[in-house]
């Protein structure tokens, strides 16, 4: 066999293998689909629970930031366990969805939420190219998911504010994207891992996985 030939066939074997890992299946879409759905559930009860937060930050708005990292925690969930292209947005966006047919003061400006949260959290995945899914990589897509939001929320919520309080409302709101969304999902599906619940997953051996 011939170095040339050789060579292509390693390509081609690379190419399938590559295709094989980013293509989704059926039990793939299920499971994001049922945690997203999950997740949904405790976005409703995240929105409930943001008029009692709202009475504690009334003197300085911006620390609303610090509340947002549970509304993100689907996207990055959804990348962790599925680890394939579309994952953390098709997650965030059932999510989402969840959210505003449950009912929500927001409205069903939550899709626009999702969407752009979803987003973000994607790329701190397609970042690593979708083959690394360690404490940092959890940690960036979180955070890029929390810069999303707030950048949306200074566009569509927080019109009115000065620019130090925007700005002050992106960063605490990527802080809590980093621990509330990366941190704690990349311990739940660490757990979940433990349980056996991941079998069929491309996440089943995330129990035993390196941190870094």
């Known amino acids: 066999m011939s ?3 050789a060579g292509k066939t390693a390509e081609q074997n690379q190419s399938t293998t590559a295709a094989r890992k980013s293509s989704w299946r059926v039990v793939d879409i299920v499971v994001v689909s049922v945690l997203g759905v999950a997740v949904g559930v405790i976005f409703w009860l995240w929105s409930a629970g943001y008029g009692l937060i709202s009475a504690f930050t009334v003197a300085f708005p911006p620390l609303g930031g610090l509340y947002g990292g549970g509304w ?9 366990v599925i680890r394939k292209p579309g994952a953390a947005l098709y ?8 959210e ?26 397609a970042a690593f190219r979708y083959r690394k899914f360690t404490l ?22 927080n019109v009115a504010w000065a620019f130090e309080w925007k700005l002050v409302y992106v960063v605490l709101a990527m802080v ?13 599906v660490r757990g979940l891992a433990r349980t056996g619940a991941l079998g069929n997953l491309p996440s089943r051996g995330a129990a035993t996985e390196r941190a870094l």
């Open 3 to 5: 170095k040339s030939f």
């Open 72 to 80: 993100l925690i689907a996207g990055v969930l959804g990348g962790l």
């Open 91 to 98: 997650c965030e966006l059932i999510a989402a969805c969840v």
């Open 100 to 125: 505003g047919l449950l009912g929500t003061h927001f409205g069903f400006t939550v899709l626009l939420s999702g969407l752009v949260q979803g987003l973000g959290a994607e790329l701190g995945f």
């Open 136 to 157: 940092p990589v959890a940690l960036l897509a979180g955070t890029l998911a929390g810069l999303a939001m707030g950048l949306n929320d200074s566009l569509v919520w």
């Open 176 to 188: 809590s994207g980093a621990v509330i969304a990366g941190l704690v999902s990349w311990l739940a």
